[in-house]
Each structure stands twice: as structure tokens, then as C-alpha cells.
């Protein structure tokens, strides 16, 4: 009898993003709170607070989550999909963008949105975005700050030459 051992590799977004989902099933079911945006908030905080690693935390996290989001948010079988279940493209992204990367590659390439649909009712109120576009650049903007290596001077402007300097 020939078995073979498969070694899942997972990369840090799709860590965090799994311990995301299992924190929110566990503070959903225990009610912790109301508002179910601010409840996603802050099991992602716990997931990342957990997961993180030394080169992998919530700066780099929330640049690949703004990449994902901006994927789906231009993806034209997405934008139907949303059409058709009366969503805004934005915010239904926000949501599906911590559904992991699976589900993710499934929409992108096969289209598989049409074929094995997504539970709304697990992640409610999709119309309400986890983060604001706003929120979201500004994360993102310090999040790809955070990457410049700290051997590398960050790129500055040079001073305009003063008449002094010119002559």
C-alpha cells in the first residue's frame, strides 16, 4: 500500500485569513457584538495578532488584502455576480477578499461564483464594506512604506538648488 504525505503550504495572507474565519464563527455564535463590520474587525485583528511573523504582519497583510480587493473590484464576472444579488461591488469585495485564496482563484479563473455560489448569510450585511476605500489606501500606502527593506534610504526630494548653489 503506497501513501503519500501532502504538506499543505500556506502562504501568510491565507494563515491569517483562515484564522480570521475561525475567530469570526466563534465570536458570531457567542454574540459578542451587534454590529457584525465591527465583530469582522476585530477577530482579523486577533487573527493577525496571532499569525503574524516577523516579515508577514498587519502592514503586509493589509497591502496584499488591498490587491485582492482591487482584483475582484475590476473582475467583470464579479461585478455581475454582485449585480445579480443586488450588491455593491466594492464592499461585497471587502468580504470576499477574506474568503481565502481558493475562493479567490475559483472567481478569477473558472468563474466558479456561478457554478458553487458563495453563502451570503454566513458574512452578513455584505453591502457595508470591511474597510472604506479610504481606510484601505492608507493601510495599504503604509503598508508598502513598511517594505522598503531598512538597508535601502527611503526615496526622498532633493531640495531645489538655492540662487547661491546655481551661480
Same mark, same amino acid.
Given at each position: 500500500?503506497?501513501? @503519500?504525505?501532502?504538506?499543505?503550504?500556506? *502562504?501568510? =495572507?491565507e494563515s491569517?485569513? !483562515?484564522?480570521?474565519?475561525? *475567530?469570526?464563527?466563534? &465570536? =458570531?455564535?457567542?454574540?459578542?457584538? *451587534? &454590529?457584525?463590520?465591527?465583530?469582522? @474587525? /476585530?477577530? %482579523?485583528?486577533?487573527?493577525?495578532? @496571532?499569525?503574524?511573523?516577523?516579515? =508577514?504582519?498587519? !502592514?503586509?497583510?493589509?497591502?496584499?488584502?488591498?490587491?485582492?480587493?482591487? %482584483?475582484?473590484?475590476?473582475?467583470k464576472h464579479?461585478?455581475? #455576480?454582485?449585480?445579480?444579488? *443586488?450588491?455593491?461591488?466594492? +464592499?461585497?469585495?471587502?468580504?470576499?477578499?477574506?474568503?481565502?485564496?481558493?475562493? %479567490?482563484?475559483?472567481?478569477?479563473?473558472?468563474?466558479?461564483?456561478?457554478?458553487?455560489?458563495?453563502? /451570503? &448569510?454566513?458574512?452578513?450585511? #455584505?453591502? !457595508? +464594506? %470591511?474597510?472604506? +476605500?479610504?481606510?484601505?489606501?492608507? @493601510?495599504?500606502?503604509?503598508?508598502? /512604506?513598511?517594505?522598503i527593506p +531598512?538597508?535601502?534610504?527611503?526615496?526622498?526630494?532633493?531640495?531645489?538648488?538655492?540662487?547661491?548653489?546655481?551661480?
Amino acid at each position: 500500500m503506497c501513501t @503519500k504525505n501532502y504538506t499543505r503550504v500556506n *502562504n501568510p =495572507y491565507e494563515s491569517i485569513t !483562515a484564522q480570521f474565519r475561525v *475567530n469570526f464563527k466563534i &465570536d =458570531y455564535n457567542l454574540g459578542i457584538s *451587534n &454590529d457584525v463590520t465591527d465583530l469582522k @474587525k /476585530l477577530s %482579523l485583528k486577533r487573527a493577525i495578532a @496571532k499569525k503574524k511573523t516577523d516579515r =508577514y504582519g498587519e !502592514a503586509s497583510f493589509m497591502r496584499d488584502y488591498a490587491i485582492r480587493v482591487q %482584483l475582484l473590484f475590476e473582475h467583470k464576472h464579479f461585478q455581475r #455576480w454582485c449585480q445579480e444579488h *443586488n450588491l455593491q461591488v466594492y +464592499p461585497a469585495a471587502t468580504h470576499v477578499a477574506m474568503l481565502g485564496t481558493t475562493v %479567490l482563484r475559483n472567481i478569477m479563473v473558472d468563474d466558479i461564483i456561478n457554478r458553487r455560489p458563495i453563502t /451570503l &448569510d454566513y458574512y452578513h450585511d #455584505w453591502n !457595508a +464594506p %470591511l474597510f472604506t +476605500p479610504e481606510e484601505l489606501k492608507i @493601510k495599504a500606502d503604509a503598508a508598502t /512604506l513598511a517594505a522598503i527593506p +531598512p538597508s535601502e534610504p527611503a526615496p526622498t526630494e532633493e531640495p531645489a538648488p538655492t540662487e547661491e548653489e546655481a551661480a
